[in-house]
C-alpha cells in the first residue's frame, strides 16, 4: 500500500523548483495521474511557489498530500493569512482587462 501522506521542505530559492517537480512526479506515479492532471497539478503548485518566492513569505515551506484515491489535497505551509484573502476573492473577467 502506498503511503498517501507525504511532505517535503522546500527552500524558497529559484533553484527549489526541481523539488516541486520531484514532489509532483512522485504524487503521479504512486496515484497513477495521468499526464493531463500531472500538467495542471505541476502548473499549479509551480504558480503558487513562484508567487510565494516573488512575495517573499518564509524561508522553507512545506509541501503535504493526501488522498483516499478519490481526492487529493494538496497544501503549503506556513502561508500568510494576507495571501489566503487575497486568493479568496472573486475576480471579474472585466476587471483584469
Known sequence: MVNNNQSVSVK???NSI???ESFVDTICD???INDTYYGNILMSLTELFNYLLINNQKENINITYNSDYKSIIISFQPIDYQLITRFSKTVG???IL
Open 93 to 95: 473577467v472585466d476587471e
Open 18 to 20: 526541481r523539488d516541486i
Open 30 to 32: 504512486q496515484l497513477f
Open 12 to 14: 524558497l530559492q529559484p
